[in-house]
Nanobody, 122 residues
Framework: QVQVVESGGGLVQAGGSLRLSCAAS????????MGWYRQAPGKQRELVAS???????NYADSVKGRFTISTDNAKKTVYLQMNSLTPEDTALYLC????????????????WGQGTQVTVSS
């Protein structure tokens, strides 16, 4: 019913930048929140940044001042601008969408993309 597709990952040197995009589509009535998580090998998935429909944002301490999350509501797309990347940022980055879908107005559903790999070389 809802598709979530990420793009923009890749290989970058330490100190470089990348911009991730995540587009949601399908039977969406309203998007309540969108966010980026990451998971490195052998580690738990962690929240990187999130943004709610009102515009409030939340960042992991490790990325504050370096990463910026933003949305294009008309396109149902969330972006993650990542600057000053370090090897510790290497992970699979996954997009999360919390949405109300058409026809089921009393529940918020959680959707995930397949992820986009970010690799930062030293």
């Amino acid at each position: 019913q809802v598709q979530v597709v990420e793009s923009g990952g890749g290989l970058v040197q330490a100190g470089g930048s990348l911009r991730l995009s995540c587009a949601a589509s399908g039977r969406i009535f309203n998007i309540n929140a969108m966010g980026w998580y990451r998971q490195a090998p052998g580690k738990q998935r962690e929240l990187v940044a999130s943004i709610v429909s009102g515009g409030s944002t939340n960042y992991a301490d490790s990325v504050k001042g370096r990463f910026t999350i933003s949305t294009d509501n008309a396109k149902k797309t969330v972006y993650l601008q990542m600057n000053s990347l370090t090897p510790e940022d290497t992970a699979l980055y996954l997009c999360n969408v919390k949405a109300i879908i058409l026809g089921i107005n009393d529940s918020v559903f959680n959707y995930w993309g397949q992820g986009t790999q970010v690799t930062v070389s030293s």
